[in-house]
């Protein structure tokens, strides 16, 4: 049944066991975390495969697609639901995007860097 634990963090009424303010707040708190960690290995991924492009532009005749860096990273499953439609587009090769000028990152890292500062201001992240 409840743990001695449980039982101190529940709270019980007629109708059937409810969460403490303090379980509701411990899990926003573990919500929050999460999406942190999910922002910054994010950005890492999009500073990664920007490194991993120049590296492979400046030593192969042939370098992998921006697309194809991005499978190969472990954090871009995650990243992938979250992707707005231009993103998307401009991953898939469905649309060109044009980066700033003066940048050496391609266009289609410059819209997954605004996909996720969209997600963490909408999230309450910085």
Do not use: C
């Not at 990664?48 to 499953?77: C, G, N, W």
């Amino acid at each position: 049944m409840w743990s001695e634990r449980s039982r101190r963090n529940v709270t019980e009424s007629s109708s059937g066991p409810y969460p403490t303010v303090e379980m509701l707040e411990e899990g926003r708190k573990q919500q929050l975390a999460k999406r942190e960690s999910l922002i910054k290995a994010w950005r890492e991924m999009v500073v990664a495969v920007h490194h991993q492009q120049r590296e492979s532009q400046m030593h192969s005749t042939e370098p992998p697609t921006i697309t194809a860096l991005l499978e190969r990273h472990p954090d871009f499953l995650s990243f992938r639901p979250y992707m707005s439609d231009r993103t998307r587009d401009g991953v898939w090769g469905r649309m060109s995007i044009v980066p700033p000028k003066q940048s050496t990152m391609s266009g289609s890292l410059h819209s997954i860097l605004s996909d996720i500062d969209d997600m963490a201001k909408r999230w309450g992240i910085e």
